[in-house]
T-cell receptor, first 109, second 113 residues
Framework: DAKTTQPTSMDCAEGRAANLPCNHS???????VYWYRQIHSQGPQYIIH?????ETNEMASLIITEDRKSSTLILPHATLRDTAVYYC??????????WGAGTKLIIKP | EAGVAQSPRYKIIEKRQSVAFWCNPI?????LYWYQQILGQGPKLLIQ????????DSQLPKDRFSAERLKGVDSTLKIQPAKLEDSAVYLC???????????FGPGTRLTVL
């Protein structure tokens, strides 16, 4: 699996867009980028995933650069409930997930 | 749609005792995973089942950990005997075959004294 690099922590004001970066410079052509988050004392929650094209769902948008070496998860209007650890994982579809330490996102009122 | 169910939510045991965790995945999900999550770290895969067969158990400490998924639905994870370093949250997840992501249960927090 490709290794991913994420900032340790980030802050964002409530109501603003939260942009979480992820570097995956060694990603292979058939590896997807997955995003999960883990709210305190809960199991991880799937957010979104993509291969090449940008993706959007009801939770977030995923922007993948053309060379696929990095991506950004966008939470368009962050709320206090979005405070969590966000994990970016690059892996084959339906393959095991190898988790790093993630980014601790704190939404401030 | 019901999510992944796990029980118990919390368990406290003494070292060298045995413990078992139970997981009921989302209906129709063929793949089931058990993870161990130590405080401050991301989850670590212990074992992956496809229906009732083991796909990957390379990181399962087989001298003390065992898991089964009889009939390809529910699964149990057992630790016998437990060590202090087994204190962690044990997460169960499931996914559709060819599905888009893994769905996690709330986890079981194990404390070994």
């Amino acid at each position: 699996d490709a290794k991913t690099t994420q900032p340790t922590s980030m802050d964002c004001a409530e109501g603003r867009a939260a942009n979480l970066p992820c570097n995956h410079s060694t990603i292979s052509g058939n590896e997807y980028v997955y995003w999960y988050r883990q709210i305190h004392s809960q199991g991880p929650q799937y957010i979104i995933h993509g291969l090449k094209n940008n993706e959007t769902n009801e939770m977030a948008s995923l922007i993948i650069t053309e060379d696929r070496k990095s991506s950004t998860l966008i939470l368009p209007h962050a709320t206090l409930r979005d405070t969590a650890v966000y994990y970016c994982i690059a892996t084959l579809e339906n393959y095991q997930l190898i988790w790093g330490a993630g980014t601790k996102l704190i939404i401030k009122p | 749609e019901a999510g992944v169910a796990q029980s118990p939510r919390y368990k406290i045991i003494e070292k060298r005792q045995s413990v078992a965790f139970w997981c009921n995945p989302i209906s129709g999900h063929a793949t089931l995973y058990w993870y161990q999550q130590i405080l401050g770290q991301g989850p670590k895969l212990l074992i992956q089942f496809q229906n009732n067969g083991v796909v990957d158990d390379s990181q399962l400490p087989k001298d003390r950990f065992s898991a089964e998924r009889l009939k390809g639905v529910d699964s149990t994870l057992k630790i016998q005997p437990a060590k202090l370093e087994d204190s962690a949250v044990y997460l169960c997840a499931s996914s559709l075959e060819g599905g888009s992501g893994q769905f996690f249960g709330p986890g079981t927090r194990l404390t070994v004294l």
